[in-house]
């Protein structure tokens, strides 16, 4: 048995003062070891989930530890104290730590045990079997960090003492891991060189880090993009070159072939004799656009388009254009008009043939714990399906019976498919409709949410739902404005690191026969009367 001696060093304690409170928060414990070095072979950071937020106050101690040289079998145990003082747990890690199973699958702490005596220990050990990976308590996780090899620890972990806040999620899935992973070792830790961490390489893994966020988002910086608002003639070069504006072929006075471009008035123009003679023809470059008949300059509403792509708020939107709160409400609005016509023309369907699509209906807008003043709300029915696009549509409906969504499933949901939903009656009819050939599968939540027998769940569709709603603020749940919410919420899925392209093809795309500010006002007066 090897001899392992321990040094804690303690972190100084910030006083915090709040108003005439003083708060003195724990000290951070920093385990660092001195020969000879005891460490798990292969063990990481990244081989186990820490199922718990919270630190362990007090550092476990080890107690005894062997690892067969041979095998690579290891057998640890630590005493651990009581964050509330009298109570001690013990923690075994045995086992020989499996990097990888099932060919190059990546499967966190295979063939590793890890045990606990405390309370979370429990509940962590019932979620590893749940989810077929190591998930530890925080106890164990402060014993696990004493004992990682340093062969597999990245530059920038050796020099934290191997502690890692980059996994703390409880619940995680193996693929977005694994791309983290893949983008942590392509922008932090590629270059051998940042070991030596000196500022200057630090800023330009950053940038490369940013620049490389900014291409998966899809959306140019403000830098590239500045010049397109610098002038009204920029703008209108701008949008010729992306068909935004399309001269007509001929001009449709004389029939002259030339039409000129006149970009200083934004108009185009016929110069030809026999039209001057008769009357110059001319016409607005933005006729029947998105841009006809906006006032205060087509450049600011262009200003306007890649703030709201970018994700601004109402708020910032006003600071960054200057406009009024009515009119940034009031082209929010037309833009998400804009993008239902895109998204309607295209034809919104999931799903085909051997692809899982799991269908749910949700309610938007809703008294909290049945308090306060009466909510309407709205229901929403959609669906989504289980591949990399994660192709999604959802639709306000009035009722959720058979009458209501089966036609909505037969219009949006490509035959073939493998429908997930739970126990909703009106969803018990989907494989036996006439013409529709379909295999569907459900899930009774009164019992579980995920089948035990068969796997079929809708994990899926419920966090999409908790996604859509978190980007739909609680003022715009109502029937008039949630379906607008729920089209943009589609537009930026499918768009995805294709943002502004996709915004551009849409203007390109959608011609109006009157001006989008004339066409929405009477539409709001119609609605009025209805």
């Known amino acids: 048995m090897n ?66 040289p041979e095998t690579g079998n290891c057998s640890f145990e630590w005493l651990a104290a009581s964050s509330k003082g009298g109570e001690k747990y013990h923690i075994r890690a045995s086992g020989r730590l499996q990097r990888l199973v099932n060919g190059n699958t990546a499967q966190r702490g295979a063939g590793l045990s890890v045990v606990c005596n405390c309370p979370d220990g429990a509940r962590q050990r019932k979620e590893s079997r749940r989810i077929g990976e190591l998930v530890v308590c925080k106890h164990a996780h402060a014993a696990l960090q004493s004992v990682y090899d340093p062969s597999n620890l990245t530059p920038n972990e050796l020099e934290r003492g191997g502690v890692s806040n980059l996994y703390k999620r409880k619940r995680a899935d193996k693929q977005d891991v694994q791309k983290k992973v893949a983008h942590l070792d392509q922008f932090v830790y590629a270059d051998d060189a940042f070991a030596n961490s000196s500022s200057a390489e630090s800023l330009c893994h950053l940038k490369i880090k940013q620049k490389n966020e900014n291409k998966r988002s899809g959306i140019p910086t403000l830098e590239e993009v500045q010049q397109l608002f610098a002038s009204e003639e920029s703008c209108a070069r701008f949008c010729i070159a992306n068909n935004i504006c399309q001269p007509p072929p001929q001009c449709p006075k004389c029939g002259n072939l030339s039409v000129s471009q006149d970009f200083k008035r934004q108009r185009f123009r016929c110069r030809s004799r026999k039209c001057q003679k008769e009357g110059e023809w001319c ?42 709160n009515d009119k940034v409400l009031a082209w929010t609005d037309y833009v998400q008009q804009l993008i239902a016509t895109v998204l309607i023309n295209d034809g919104v369907q999931v799903g085909g043939p051997g692809v899982v699509v799991e269908i749910d209906e949700s309610k938007f807008g809703k008294r909290k714990h049945h308090r306060g003043h009466s909510v309407e709300g709205v229901w929403v029915f959609g669906g989504v399906e289980l591949t990399p696009e994660r192709r999604f549509f959802a639709l306000v409906v009035e009722k959720r019976d058979a009458t209501t969504l089966l036609p909505l499933i037969r219009q949006f949901i490509a035959p073939g498919s493998i429908i997930r939903s739970d126990c909703w009656g009106a969803c018990n009819d989907i494989d036996i409709q006439e013409g529709y050939e379909c295999i569907h599968e459900s899930v009774n939540h009164h019992k579980w949410f995920r089948d035990p027998c068969t796997g079929v769940h809708t994990n899926n569709i419920e966090g999409t739902w908790h996604a859509l709603k978190r980007k739909t603020p609680e003022r715009k749940r109502t029937k008039r404005q949630t379906q607008g919410c729920t089209f943009e919420f589609i537009f930026r899925r499918n768009n995805h690191g294709n943002l502004w392209n996709g915004l551009i093809r849409a203007l390109a795309q959608v011609r109006y026969q009157e001006s989008v500010e004339s066409l929405c006002v009477k539409i709001e007066k119609k609605e009025k009367l209805d």
């Open 283 to 324: 016409e607005s470059m933005y006729k029947g656009t998105f841009f006809e008949d906006v006032k205060g300059g087509r450049r600011h509403l262009l200003k306007f388009l890649y703030f709201w792509l970018s994700g601004a708020t109402s708020n910032q939107l006003k600071i960054y254009t200057g406009w009024s």
């Open 3 to 68: 001899n392992l001696t321990l040094s804690v060093s303690f972190l100084p304690r910030v006083e915090n003062v709040k108003k005439h409170r003083v708060i003195l928060p724990p000290p951070a414990l920093y385990i660092t070891m001195s020969s000879p070095v005891v460490f798990i072979p292969g063990l990481s950071p990244h081989d186990y989930y820490k199922g718990s937020c919270y630190a362990a106050r007090y550092s476990p101690v080890l107690k005894t530890n062997s690892v067969d």
